[in-house]
C-alpha cells in the first residue's frame, strides 16, 4: 500500500492519478471533504501527530508531500512530526518532496527541506529524496500584443511542471533502484527572450513593478540562481520532462 500525504493538494491528486492501476493508493488529508475521488482516504492533519500515525499505519511507502506553510518553524514541526509518525508505525519507506538546493543550504526557501532531509536521513527509514526545482505552472507567460515581457535579465530558469514531477514520483514509489538516492529535479533550462524567438514575437524587458515575492525571485533569475541543470528528471522519467516552449504552444491564445 502507497500512501499520499496532503493529497488534497495539487501535487498529491497528480501524483494519485499517475499511481491509478499501479498500485493501491490511501488519500491523507487533512479535510476528508476534499479528498480526492476514487481512492480510500484517512484523515492526517500535521498539526495532530496521533492522526499521522493512524494515517500511515500499514504503508509499505510513503510520499511526505512537503506542508504548504510558509513559516519555517512552523514547516519543520509538521515534517519531524510527519517523520516520527512514519518511524513508530513503521512505514516501509519514504519519499520527500524537497526542494534543490536543500542538501546543503539552510536558509531561506530551504530552511525547513534542510532540517527535513535531516530528520529523513536520521530516521533509520530507508528513503529517497526529490528535490523539486520552482513549478512551471507559475511561470507561463501571457502573451500580450505579439509580445512577451520579463525582468529576468533573459537568464535561463529550470522549473518544471507538476504533472512531471508526480510522474517522476509515481515512478519512485513503484519502481526499484531509488532507495537511499537523492534526486535533484530540473526541467529544459529556458528563457523569457528565447520563448519570443520560438513563437515568432518580440521580447521587452521591463523592470519589476514593485517589492514582493516575485521581485525577489526576480532578481535569483537575473543572478543565474536558477540555471543549475540535472538529467534526473529525465532518467527517472524514462524520457525527456516538458518544456515550456511545449507547453506554451499547447495554450490556445486569442
Keep these: 500500500m502507497i500512501v499520499i500525504s496532503a493529497a488534497s493538494g495539487q ?7 499517475r499511481l ?22 484517512r484523515r492526517g492533519d500535521y498539526d495532530d501527530p496521533a492522526s499521522l500515525r493512524v494515517a500511515f499505519d ?23 512530526a510527519a517523520v516520527d509518525a512514519a518511524v513508530e508505525v513503521g512505514v516501509g519507506a519514504v519519499a520527500y518532496t ?13 530552511e525547513a527541506h534542510h532540517a527535513t532531509e535531516k530528520a529523513v536521513r536520521d530516521s533509520g527509514l530507508p528513503y529517497t529524496l526529490l528535490r523539486h526545482p520552482y513549478y512551471g505552472d507559475a511561470f507561463v507567460p501571457e502573451p ?22 508526480a510522474e517522476a ?15 535533484d529535479f530540473t526541467g ?41 541543470q540535472s538529467d534526473d528528471l529525465e532518467r527517472v522519467l524514462g524520457r525527456p520532462a516538458e518544456s515550456m516552449i511545449a507547453r506554451l504552444r499547447s495554450v490556445p491564445r486569442a
Design 98 to 110: 524537497s526542494f534543490l538546493g536543500a542538501g546543503t543550504v539552510a536558509t531561506g526557501v530551504t
Design 20 to 41: 491509478s492501476g499501479r498500485a493501491d493508493v490511501v488519500a491523507v488529508v487533512r479535510d476528508p471533504a476534499r479528498a480526492p475521488e476514487g481512492v480510500p482516504v
Design 144 to 165: 500580450s500584443g505579439g509580445e512577451l515581457t520579463g525582468s529576468t535579465g533573459g537568464r535561463g530558469l529550470n522549473t518544471a511542471f507538476r504533472s512531471d514531477l
Design 58 to 80: 500499514g504503508a509499505a511507502r510513503l510520499l511526505l508531500i512537503s506542508s504548504p506553510g510558509l513559516d519555517p518553524a512552523q514547516r519543520i514541526a509538521h515534517h519531524l
Design 169 to 183: 514520483a509515481a515512478n519512485v514509489l513503484t519502481t526499484d533502484g531509488h532507495l537511499g538516492r537523492a534526486y
Design 188 to 228: 529544459p533550462l529556458w528563457s523569457y527572450p528565447e520563448l519570443a524567438d520560438a513563437l515568432g514575437m518580440t521580447y521587452r524587458e521591463v523592470p519589476d513593478s514593485g517589492p514582493g515575492p516575485m521581485a525577489w525571485l526576480n532578481a535569483q533569475v537575473r543572478a543565474g540562481a536558477l540555471e543549475y
Design 11 to 17: 501535487l498529491g491528486r497528480l501524483v494519485i492519478d
